[in-house]
């Protein structure tokens, strides 16, 4: 009887070690499935950044360029206003004044990000290039 109680003692010890390797195994197949998410975030983390900062950039110089050509217009539209005395021409160099103000407020946004979504960004870069386009043809129009 001593016999048979020993077989199965060392039977359940097997069995508990046995059961032991596998929560370790599982252990380890639970880390590595961690660690790989972890690398994918990361890796999705960096693209998401680069896609911001490319694009902060461009919003960066459009602005820096429309602060540039609302400055050529409010010249131009002051110096008529005082030549002229037309209500128009203050219109206009109000207008621009004003225009310039958001620009510069943009860029020290840009200069300054708070945090945004990606597509938030891009959403703001393309209205800073289309007023870019809208103030060169502008400026192109006025300048003749």
Same mark, same amino acid.
């Given at each position: 009887?001593?016999?048979?109680?020993?077989?199965?003692? @060392?039977?359940?010890t $097997? *069995?508990? &070690? =046995? !059961? /032991? #390797?596998? +929560?370790? %195994?599982?252990?380890?197949? @639970?880390?590595?499935? $961690? *660690?790989? &998410? =972890? !690398? /994918? #975030?990361? +890796?999705? %983390?960096?693209?998401?950044?680069?896609?911001?900062?490319?694009?902060?950039?461009? !919003?960066?110089?459009?602005?820096?360029?429309?602060?540039?050509?609302?400055?050529?217009?409010?010249?131009?539209?002051?110096?008529?206003?005082?030549?002229?005395?037309?209500?128009?021409?203050?219109?206009?160099?109000?207008?621009?004044?004003?225009?310039?103000?958001?620009?510069?407020?943009a860029?020290?946004?840009?200069?300054?990000?708070?945090?945004?979504?990606?597509?938030?960004?891009?959403?703001?870069?393309?209205?800073?290039?289309?007023?870019?386009?809208?103030?060169?043809f502008?400026?192109?129009?006025?300048?003749?």
């Amino acid at each position: 009887m001593t016999a048979t109680l020993g077989v199965t003692t @060392a039977a359940t010890t $097997l *069995d508990v &070690a =046995t !059961a /032991s #390797l596998d +929560v370790a %195994t599982t252990l380890d197949v @639970a880390t590595a499935s $961690l *660690d790989v &998410a =972890t !690398a /994918s #975030l990361d +890796v999705a %983390t960096a693209g998401i950044a680069t896609l911001g900062g490319a694009t902060l950039g461009v !919003a960066r110089v459009a602005a820096a360029l429309n602060i540039l050509l609302l400055l050529v217009l409010v010249g131009i539209w002051g110096r008529n206003y005082l030549e002229i005395r037309s209500k128009h021409t203050l219109g206009s160099a109000v207008f621009a004044l004003l225009l310039l103000a958001e620009n510069a407020l943009a860029l020290f946004y840009y200069l300054n990000p708070p945090q945004m979504s990606t597509p938030a960004l891009r959403a703001m870069m393309y209205l800073q290039i289309l007023e870019f386009v809208g103030i060169a043809f502008l400026v192109y129009v006025t300048w003749d």
